[in-house]
């Protein structure tokens, strides 16, 4: 892969992070206005325990769905160290040193191929 390919592939991941991000925040906008409207619109400060039981559900499936999905979408662009199989995109300290170098910054695996 080159630096150019590499860098297309990491501005692509951040529109995708974006993009699910986005959905993810409607989604909970969505949840925070359906509880209010339950509880009969007087209940603003989450007491209910129907609200903190689906927001705790909400938040923590809402986490692990978002990490699932960005770690299969780098898989799918191949931003994946052939070595020891971590993700390049997550730390933007080891993002930029694959860039300046062409080094994974874990193991030290040639990444980019001038």
């Given at each position: 892969?080159?630096?150019?390919?590499?860098?297309?592939?990491?501005?692509?991941?951040?529109?995708?992070?974006?993009?699910?991000?986005?959905?993810?925040?409607?989604?909970?906008?969505?949840?925070?206005?359906?509880?209010?409207?339950?509880?009969?619109?007087?209940?603003?400060?989450?007491?209910?325990?129907?609200?903190?039981?689906?927001?705790?559900?909400?938040?923590?499936?809402?986490?692990?769905?978002?990490?699932?999905?960005?770690?299969?979408?780098?898989?799918?662009?191949?931003?994946?160290?052939?070595?020891?199989?971590?993700?390049?995109?997550f730390n933007a300290i080891?993002?930029?040193?694959?860039?300046?170098?062409?080094?994974?910054?874990?193991?030290g695996e040639t990444i980019?191929?001038?």
């Open positions: 892969m080159t630096k150019n390919e590499f860098i297309s592939k990491q501005a692509e991941w951040k529109r995708y992070r974006f993009k699910i991000g986005c959905i993810y925040g409607a989604g909970l906008g969505l949840f925070m206005l359906w509880s209010f409207l339950l509880s009969g619109m007087k209940d603003l400060h989450g007491t209910s325990p129907l609200f903190r039981v689906c927001g705790f559900i909400y938040f923590c499936g809402g986490v692990l769905l978002f990490l699932w999905l960005n770690v299969r979408r780098m898989k799918q662009l191949g931003a994946i160290c052939p070595n020891c199989k971590k993700p390049l995109f080891l993002t930029k040193n694959v860039i300046a170098t062409g080094k994974c910054g874990r193991c980019i191929n001038d």
